[in-house]
């Protein structure tokens, strides 16, 4: 091993506290092209049993550390090539750990166009600024007269120039710059001012048009809020130094890098240039740095948030493999309906006209029940949009109308975020080619009910609308934090091979798009697969890709028990070593937790397999195939609740989690306008990060605090004590939606549509008009 190569694996091992010799063994693995789920699954003996989120963060941190050490290279080879790299130099470059500290360091060596200290160089200034230091008791401008030439006309020029050059040194001073930064990053403070003549168009962001806050504490979501306030030229943004004691003490630390000690006109002549170094060169430079560092932060918070609600929102509850009736409520356009079947196949597609224009409600009910009978639909899925509270009241009368002896469905609230995109996506027409676009929407309802893993990869993460500010994020970085999450919850799942579509199977590891449509066309040329090793037929799917892909595809009933679990093939014979030691069948011994109690994991570890495989393969034979995800459950919205109008203050009100942000949740509570509970609100106790209480898709019980109906803002708490006004005797009905353990199949809804919030600073943080 590298020398380079140890110093990463032990930064990353202290990073993700880990051992560096599992950061190695790690390293080796992914290097040879295996994926973080196959190795976090089925490698767990060679990383010490490194979870999915500690190899995430390993693989980010090898590419960043890996991007350093080529640079430092790069760095080191181009001083050398100078002929100026000093033993010191090299030990400061050796022992940088950012990529900040490398550029501070390489910065007097860096090619650069030509300046105003280079010409007062070449006009020999330079012995004017050491004359000024060695003798700080003579008059700086009586020195300067021994310099005057043809090129430096006055003694203003002179000292000017000699100036030049000391801020260029103080700007290329790799210890002082980091001296700086650390103050600065320290006790900043953040400023934002409202432009002159921008107060009437940049009225959503007036908290921000006189604001102060703290660099190193500023949250994300105020942080995005005056980026974006910035970007639209409404406010002006500055980070200085705290204007009572900050600015003197910044001062005092250049001041000290020249050596200034006492009160001669040297010394004055060089408080005044260290003052005015700061003011026209290394505030900017610092300015720039620390905006970088807090938009780097900001945007690391905001797609950390955006990762988490999406995450909670893919493995929600499924509703299962049942027919459903998919609704998308329209009122002019009417309301689209769709019919799946268990499997989520089109069967049959009506459009309804209950409301106005047309107020058609009898044969919308008619239609309604028609299909329920015809169909054997067992859900009905409402998207939650424009008139779902009415279409939702519709269903519930055409239900009470069902004929005795006719199972009555469960109608169930679904978010409809992103269904639209879906509809008019080249996938949808490819799977829906002669069906309506507004149609497919409703099928898409219909899907996520029943499977929104399965359903919602088919969409792009962004267009499902669970972050904050997330056009404004690092797009890339957002695209592959939200890939890594939708990979991890895919393969945590697991999918049935002869049933996954192309878009699930996609993001299976070790397959990929390409491969995924490849498996597909098999299965539609020859068949239903009737084992795992049926899939080394498919064309361009080789040894490595079936290795990290096989253990995470399900097929039931087929060929080979075993390829119904999560067991790997490649482990098959010690999973038949303990299927035999128990004297049965594999088929029978599958799921019979008795069978298995007497084993003990260590007789059957060998060379090969360690106690965490085996262990594993005891779970998966007590309970193969399950799914990691919660049961099933409903949740219930308030009768007579429909509109923000009717909500009033102490009100007692079960709700969906819809979003999750760094300042609190966001709560559906069925009047089509999300309300907010403050992180302040989310517990009689101090809560530090939202998630630590509630996730996107959680079923809550909330207290309506406040009502603005103007801006159309909701306050909730979760809070218990007793300081708030006695709630009011409402009727509850039963109000279905997909949960369990506070999950909920019902996909967040987009910030910023219909988004409740309690304050004008955070509206702001939410709003992207």
């Not at 579509?501 to 066309?521: D, F």
Request: include cysteine; aromatic fraction near 4%; proline fraction near 4%.
């Amino acid at each position: 091993m590298t020398a380079v190569a140890d110093r990463i694996a032990r930064n990353i091992a202290i990073e993700i506290e880990a051992r560096p010799e599992q950061v190695n063994a790690t390293v080796a693995l992914l290097d040879a092209g295996d994926t973080v789920p196959f190795v976090a699954r089925y490698r767990k003996e060679v990383t010490g049993g490194l979870d999915d989120a500690q190899l995430r963060k390993l693989a980010e941190r090898l590419s960043y550390l890996r991007d350093l050490e080529k640079r430092r290279a790069s760095i080191l080879g181009e001083i050398t090539g100078q002929g100026k790299l000093t033993e010191a130099l090299a030990r400061s470059i050796a022992e940088a750990d950012t990529k900040a500290v490398l550029e501070d360091l390489y910065l007097p060596f860096k090619p650069k166009r030509r300046t105003k200290a280079m010409i007062a160089r070449e006009n020999g200034l330079d012995a004017l600024l050491r004359a000024i230091r060695d003798d700080r008791s003579a008059d700086p401008t009586v020195l300067s007269k021994g310099y005057l030439s043809g090129s430096v006309s006055s003694t203003k020029d002179a000292l000017n120039g000699a100036r030049d050059i000391l801020a260029e040194e103080l700007g290329e001073n790799a210890a002082l710059l980091g001296r700086l930064r650390a103050f600065m990053q320290q006790e900043a403070i953040v400023t934002a001012r409202v432009n002159k003549g921008k107060e009437e168009a940049g009225v959503k962001f007036s908290d921000y048009f006189a604001h102060t806050e703290k660099w190193a504490s500023i949250p994300s979501h105020r942080a995005l809020a005056i980026l974006r306030a910035a970007k639209e030229e409404i406010v002006a943004i500055n980070i200085l130094p705290d204007e009572e004691t900050g600015l003197d003490r910044v001062i005092g630390m250049i001041a000290a890098e020249i050596g200034i000690k006492g009160q001669g006109a040297g010394d004055i002549w060089l408080q005044d240039a260290a003052a005015w170094t700061w003011r026209v060169k290394l505030s900017l430079s610092m300015f720039m740095d620390l905006l970088t560092d807090m938009r780097r932060r900001a945007h690391a918070t905001a797609i950390d948030v955006f990762a988490r609600n999406l995450k909670d929102l893919l493995l929600a509850a499924p509703a299962g493999a049942r027919a459903t009736l998919g609704l998308d409520p329209g009122i002019r356009t009417g309301c689209k309906i769709a019919i799946v079947d268990e499997t989520g196949k089109l069967l049959d597609t009506a459009t309804i006209y209950p409301f106005q224009p047309r107020q058609d409600l009898r044969g919308a009910e008619e239609t309604l029940l028609h299909l329920i009978r015809k169909h054997g639909v067992a859900l009905v899925a409402i998207g939650n949009g424009t008139a779902s509270r009415e279409s939702e009241k519709l269903v519930a009368d055409v239900l009470k109308n069902l004929p005795a002896g006719v199972s009555r469905p469960t109608p169930v609230i679904v978010s409809e975020a992103g269904a639209s995109v879906y509809s008019a996506s080249e996938l949808a027409s490819q799977e829906f080619p002669d069906v309506d676009v507004s149609i497919r929407g409703a099928v898409s309802i219909a899907r996520r009910l029943q499977d929104p893993l399965a359903e919602l990869v088919k969409i792009e993460p962004q267009a499902i609308g669970v972050g904050q500010y997330q056009h404004d994020v690092d797009q890339r970085q957002l695209t592959l934090s939200l890939a890594a999450v939708v990979e991890d919850a895919v393969n945590a799942v697991g999918v049935d091979l002869n049933m996954a579509s192309a878009p699930l199977l996609s993001h299976i590891a070790g397959l990929g798009p390409s491969l995924a449509q490849n498996i597909v066309a098999h299965r539609d040329a020859n068949g239903a697969f009737a084992s795992r090793k049926a899939l080394l037929k498919v064309a361009g799917l080789g040894p490595k890709a079936f290795e990290q892909c096989a253990g995470f595809l399900r097929i039931t009933d087929g060929t080979e028990p075993l390829d119904a679990s999560s067991v790997h093939p490649e482990a098959y014979g010690i999973a038949r070593k303990i299927v035999q030691a128990c004297g049965r069948d594999v088929r029978s011994i599958m799921g019979d937790s008795s069978a298995l109690a007497g084993l003990r994991a260590e007789q059957f570890v060998d060379d090969s397999f360690g106690l965490p495989t085996v262990r594993d393969i005891l779970a998966e034979l007590d309970k193969p195939g399950r799914d990691p995800r919660p049961a099933f459950k409903t949740a219930t919205f308030a009768e007579g609740v429909d509109s923000i109008t009717d909500l009033k203050p102490g009100m007692s009100l079960e709700g969906t989690v819809t979003n999750v942000a760094a300042f609190g949740a966001f709560v559906d509570v069925g009047v089509h306008q999300d309300g907010l509970v403050h992180v302040s609100q989310l517990a009689d106790k101090f809560v530090k990060d939202p998630h630590e209480v509630v996730k996107a898709g959680d079923v809550v019980r909330v207290r309506v605090t406040e009502v603005d109906v103007a801006r159309k803002r909701i306050g909730l708490s979760m809070r218990k004590d007793n300081n708030h006004q006695p709630e009011p005797e409402i009727r509850q009905k039963t109000k279905p939606n997909s949960s369990s353990k506070g999950k909920s199949t019902a996909a967040p809804k987009p910030m910023g549509r219909n988004t409740g919030a309690l304050g004008a600073a955070l509206a702001q943080a939410l709003n992207k008009k």
